[in-house]
């Protein structure tokens, strides 16, 4: 019987595998909204060059579980908290551990000019593969363990996103950021990390399913916080190559 770490790296051999057979389309068919949670610390570089699967930006917020390094990770429903977790990395190595538990969030955003952040992309379907992180939820766990679920190919993208999480075979360049939302409300952030929103990624993480957060209602929550704590802008990625007129 296969268990969930040997499930978990036939995963990461067969998404190796598509991503060394993958063409691109050159206007695909399909795309979906995703999401990734970063911190402004890294938004120029991501703004210039794109999402980049590890090997190539060396950043790595989840140490003792290590993901492929190959992929670039998405998310439709936790972006927020990898954005608030990316932050907090990202502050602490600047602060240090007793300045960021001791002291106001407001106060450590404004010192550094380093907030949470999340990007909103249009991604072509094609382009997605199985995150390996989804041999831990309720369902595909006990799939695997009553051998339902023997390989790879018995898990979904529509399983994955069902879950919150997906991967990209290939990096994201900036034509497919949508949005950039810095999110600069200690306000927002405690409610979302506190509620329910906060249960739910809590749960998730055990491996109890996405939860019964709508996604509406956090982003209506979103756009209600004003003061200019919560900043959304349009992204049009800058071309260095123009059609001749």
């Known amino acids: 019987m296969t268990n969930l770490e040997e499930m978990k790296e036939k995963i990461k051999i067969y998404t190796l595998n598509q991503k060394s057979k993958f063409q691109e389309v050159e206007e695909p068919w399909e795309t979906i909204t995703l999401y990734h949670g970063t911190t402004s610390r890294h938004l120029n570089k991501i703004l210039k060059e794109g999402l980049t699967a590890r090997i190539i930006n060396k950043q790595n ?18 972006h927020y908290w990898y954005a608030y977790n990316a932050n ?16 106001s969030i407001t106060s450590l955003w404004n010192e550094t000019s380093d907030f949470p952040v ?36 018995d898990i979904t993208i529509e399983t994955c996103l069902a879950q919150g999480t997906v991967a990209s075979l290939m990096n994201l ?23 329910a929103y906060g249960t739910d990624a809590s749960l998730w ?20 916080m004003k003061e200019n704590k919560i900043l959304t802008e349009p992204w049009f990625p800058i071309h260095t190559k123009f059609p001749n007129h």
């Open 88 to 103: 907090q990395e990202s502050l602490i190595q600047q602060v240090g551990i007793d300045r960021y538990n001791n002291e």
């Open 61 to 78: 917020n989840f140490e003792h579980v290590p993901s492929n390094e190959h992929l670039v990770y998405l998310t439709t429903k936790w």
């Open 118 to 153: 999340y990007l909103s992309l249009e991604v072509p379907i094609e382009l997605l593969t199985l995150d390996e992180d989804v041999v831990y939820q309720k369902e595909i766990k006990r799939g695997i363990k009553e051998g339902r679920i023997l390989s790879a190919e």
């Open 173 to 195: 360049d900036p034509s497919y950021i949508n949005e950039v939302f810095i999110l600069g409300s200690e306000t927002f952030r405690n409610d979302l990390l506190d509620g």
């Open 205 to 224: 993480f055990k491996g109890f399913g996405i939860g019964q957060v709508d996604m509406l209602e956090v982003l209506m929550h979103q756009i209600s």
